[in-house]
């Protein structure tokens, strides 16, 4: 870190602490009228970004359901991805210069492996590999390896690694030349030296500090094991206290030894990343992993729930470390909510993405993906003059396989246009969709316009229609989903009579660690066409 940048960060950090804690929690929240502070810029199609063009920025650097980061240091070029969960194609390679901006690459893993948890993306020998945790066909856990000559591609197919019940995979090289994972637990086994087969057995390679009995958190849950080496030190760091569940659980924790094979000493500071108090603007904030920045500084990227939007997901937080004369790092990012000098003042990368689309391309991985798609979900697409035409699957939203869209605003408005095909058994609609057991939104058949609320559709609030096109609009304000609905392609719109509130969409109610997405869905019989689907962030009224 340079000298001017680590007395800016001293100065803002010193400025932050001086204040009263009830002030700092002030700030990140609505005002006396109810109006939120606008506190993002607005980039793409108003959706906020996280540099503020001064030299500093705002977490998140990466909004919205990016949970579980792992990230490498190639050269000048930074790159990361996240859990993909049950979203086909998944594992999108994101792209920064700066760490701050941030924008997907594309798609590395388009065979469906079932559910997909945290990832590692490594690099060795000039070859980018990813490991990765799955459960393909429900009968257990294993490790499997994606690998690239070339980080855009293309990827190989999966290669079972038959590291049976294990998740959460870190690729280190020990100072025997060899390669190896440490997974959840906290164990290690030994790779070949392709890394894509074992070399070895299971075994037991740190017992991880643990926090006093009193805390509050969810469980041990030992994970997430990350690794670096720095001097003649390999650091090892870990997550435990639960992913989710109280706010205060989750953290992160280091560890230190001069060989892989241990023994391991616990860092004198643990945890180094805790959420204190349901005051802080992120919660759960854990799953750590360690980078140098582009000036030679130190960087932890995690991830976090925001403070009353843990529908968006985990999202993902940049914090600096600072190295001391005990050899130890320290994260010295203090309060979150407020701005911190960014890793470099060079405008060096571009950031996120537009999530408006005309249909005219493909941006399946990129944008689009089936919610647990079956293996052959995307013979249902077709791509054709500006449209996208899906063809029908499942009885009811509930086992549609719905085509889903992330969103990371707390504040956004979508458009569609549907077009249903000549066939009175087919229904299509929008939905907020976190998954077949919660959801809301409108659909409609040629016949009848349908409110599913609760899971399920209210009868009672169908209207009888005659037609075959339907332009949706939904609006999220703060969890509070409207719709309108337009026939005649938005000159004429009506407000439909029903409001949902959303915020309990969540993983502490309903499991699975995803997030509220807008989901576009196709029943019965027939298609329905796509066309002019457009995002933008809107201001927070609510």
């Not at 001293?10 to 109810?34: E, I, R």
């Not at 919610?371 to 699957?393: I, T």
Request: hydrophobic content about 35%; glycine content about 10%; aromatic content about 12%.
């Amino acid at each position: 870190m340079t000298t001017s940048r680590r007395t800016l960060l001293k100065s803002m950090v010193a400025g932050a602490t001086a204040a009263p804690f009830s002030l700092l929690a002030a700030s990140s929240t609505p005002s006396a009228c109810n109006k939120p502070i606008k506190a993002w810029p607005p980039g793409v199609e108003g959706q906020r970004k996280a540099d503020l063009g001064n030299g500093t920025f705002l977490n998140p650097i990466v909004s919205g359901d990016h949970p579980d980061p792992t990230i490498l240091k190639d050269g000048d070029d930074y790159y990361m991805t996240f859990s993909s969960f049950y979203s086909y194609p998944g594992l999108i390679i994101w792209h920064s210069k700066d760490l701050v901006n941030w924008a997907p690459i594309g798609p590395t893993l388009t065979t469906s492996l079932g559910v997909i948890w945290a990832v590692d993306l490594c690099k060795h020998d000039d070859r980018y590999f990813i490991y990765i945790p799955a459960d393909p066909k429900g009968e257990g856990w294993s490790i499997y390896a994606i690998w690239a000559d070339d980080i855009a591609g293309p990827w190989s197919e999966p290669v079972n690694l038959h590291i049976d019940g294990c998740i959460d995979p870190g690729h280190i090289v020990g100072e025997d030349g060899k390669r190896y994972l440490f997974v959840n637990g906290i164990r290690k086994i030994r790779l070949t030296d392709d890394g894509l087969a074992t070399d070895g057995e299971l075994e037991m390679a740190y017992d991880p500090w643990r926090y006093p009995s009193d805390w509050i958190v969810e469980n041990f849950a030992p994970e997430g094991p990350k690794l670096f080496r720095h001097n003649d030190w390999f650091y090892l760091v870990t997550a435990v206290g639960g992913t989710a569940g109280p706010v205060t659980g989750h953290m992160v924790i280091a560890a230190r030894s001069k060989s892989i094979h241990g023994p391991w000493e616990h860092c004198p500071h643990n945890p180094l990343v805790r959420t204190q108090s349901e005051q802080e603007p992120w919660w759960s904030k854990g799953h750590a992993t360690v980078v140098q920045g582009p000036e030679g500084d130190w960087w932890m990227v995690y991830h976090g729930y925001e403070n009353g939007f843990r529908t968006l997901g985990r999202q993902t937080l940049l914090e600096p470390i600072e190295w001391r004369e005990d050899g130890w790092f320290y994260a010295t990012g203090g309060d979150l909510s407020k701005p911190l000098p960014k890793p470099t003042r060079k405008a060096l990368s571009t950031s996120g993405f537009a999530l408006s689309d005309d249909f005219s391309q493909n941006k399946f991985g990129i944008q689009w993906s089936f919610h647990n798609p079956r293996p052959e979900e995307m013979a249902r697409v077709r791509y054709g003059d500006n449209a996208l035409l899906l063809s029908a699957h499942g009885s009811s939203p509930a086992d549609s396989a719905p085509l889903t869209c992330p969103v990371s605003d707390r504040a956004y408005e979508i458009e569609v246009a549907m077009t249903l095909s000549d066939n009175t058994n087919t229904e299509a609609g929008i939905l907020s969709f976190y998954n077949h057991k919660a959801y809301v939104g409108l659909g409609f058949t040629q016949k009848v316009l349908k409110l599913y609320q609760y899971s399920e559709e209210l009868k009672w609030a169908g209207r009888p229609i005659n037609n075959r096109e339907v332009r949706f609009k939904l609006t999220n304000n703060r969890h509070v989903v409207t719709y309108h609905y337009s026939f005649d392609n938005g000159k004429t719109w009506h407000l439909h009579g029903t409001r949902m509130e959303v915020s309990g969409m969540h993983h502490n109610v309903f499991g699975g660690f995803l997030s509220l997405k807008v989901a576009l869905y196709c029943t019965g019989e027939g298609s329905v066409t796509l066309r002019d689907f457009q995002y933008r962030a809107i201001e927070e009224t609510l």
